[in-house]
């Protein structure tokens, strides 16, 4: 089999992740990676064995021999990378936001529309958890019965002290929204992704809690304790608190709340679904197992087993039961789905987020913004 060329753009946080997944992934090569940071991209190409290292996001676009292109750069610039990226030819996965506003994100739709030889993926992670997707297979099923009641919460605490400081903050680099967009918006994807519901009407109350904050003069990297003494204070815009109730298409109803100020939580992300007939829960900290909840029955607690887990969901695990996937292995599992479909030729079920889904998600976080500014309902 041939492998799969890729390049990454933007050497952060989480474009070192998407090194890591794609090592691990046999029909891949990583090509080349590109950030106007040089030095930092030298080192992590020194680092991993990468050949090839480009400044600017036109060098690496301009090599042919890369087939697909991971766009891990910050938000404010995902709509004209995103967009660069489809008409030069390559594939895409984007980080998510897939953009700051939802007319943006049409717009690449739409470019993606005139290249249907192409496919796109944007990474949201967190949905090929194995017991996630046990969950989306059980309900699939029918085993909870009617999906009536959703609840649950996205919990950091990386932004609890005014020293704290994340570009996220900036609606001039992150869009109108922190952590509604940053962490909400996993919650919304997971949640409507193992239903089959779709968000329809929401009220959200968006809550700026520290409005003012020391920013480092220096660059810092994302989730690091290090307090900068060449700082300005700055005012914020962006909220580190949101609660959001909500509705869906097909009846249901629910509630999340999400943080970056809830001290001793780095990911404490996790949902319950409430059906007709039993209950599902799953929590990213203890993500290897799933709960059921039944009335006038024992409750059960699953823990992940390749074994005994559902047919469709074992290629997106390994280990033997007992010996934990984490996030990272999630993270490889939704890179994987995305290249085992361009693998086989863009047949089977796209897994992954779609343009189309993200898409979705830029909507309902605006529609969350909207709300909380009108302090009423919003329906989409």
């Known amino acids: 089999m041939n492998k799969i060329n890729v390049g990454i753009i933007g050497m952060g946080y989480i474009g070192e992740s998407h090194i890591e997944a794609l090592r691990r992934i046999g029909i891949c090569n990583i090509a080349a990676i590109a950030d106007t940071n040089y030095d930092l991209a030298k080192n992590k190409a ?10 600017t996001v036109d060098e690496i676009l301009a090599d042919e021999s890369i087939d697909v292109i991971h766009n891990c750069t910050p938000n404010f610039l995902h709509r004209e990378i995103n967009e660069k990226i489809l008409r030069a030819g390559k594939h895409l996965l984007s980080e998510k936001p897939l953009t700051t506003t939802y007319a943006e994100a049409q717009e690449l739709i739409n470019i993606k529309n005139e290249h249907p030889e192409l496919e796109a993926c944007v990474n949201f992670n967190y949905r090929l958890n194995p017991m996630v997707q046990e969950i989306k297979a059980r309900i699939a099923r029918g085993e909870l019965g009617d999906v009536r009641i959703i609840t649950g919460q996205y919990q950091q605490d990386w932004l609890m002290y005014d020293t704290d400081y994340s570009w996220r903050l900036e609606p001039e680099v992150s869009g109108p929204s922190c952590a509604v967009a940053d962490i909400g918006s996993h919650w919304m994807d997971i949640v409507q992704h193992i239903t089959g519901h779709k968000i329809v009407s929401v009220c959200g109350d968006l809550v700026t809690v520290i409005p003012t904050r020391k920013k480092p003069k220096n660059q810092q990297e994302t989730f690091k304790d290090a307090v900068s003494a060449d700082y300005e204070e700055v ?6 608190y949101a609660a959001v109730m909500f509705k869906t298409d097909k009846g249901a109803t629910g509630v999340f709340h999400v943080s970056e100020l809830a ?18 829960s799953w929590n990213q900290e203890q993500n290897d197992r799933m709960w059921i909840g039944r009335r006038g029955g024992n409750n059960s607690l699953i823990i992940r087993d390749p074994n005994t887990i559902s047919p469709e969901v074992k290629p997106y695990t390994s280990l033997a039961m007992g010996h934990p996937e984490g996030w990272n292995d999630a993270f490889k599992g939704n890179i994987y789905a995305f290249y085992k479909y361009l693998a086989d030729g863009k047949t089977g079920e796209r897994i992954f987020s779609t343009l189309e889904d993200a898409a979705y998600i830029v909507k309902l976080t605006e529609a969350i913004v909207e709300s909380s500014k009108k302090k009423c309902w919003v329906n989409l």
């Open 235 to 240: 005012n914020v815009k962006n909220e580190e």
């Open 46 to 55: 020194e680092l991993y064995g990468i050949e090839k290292v480009y400044k």
């Open 263 to 280: 001290p001793g939580h780095g990911c404490y992300f996790g949902f319950e679904v409430n059906g007709s007939k039993e209950s599902y």
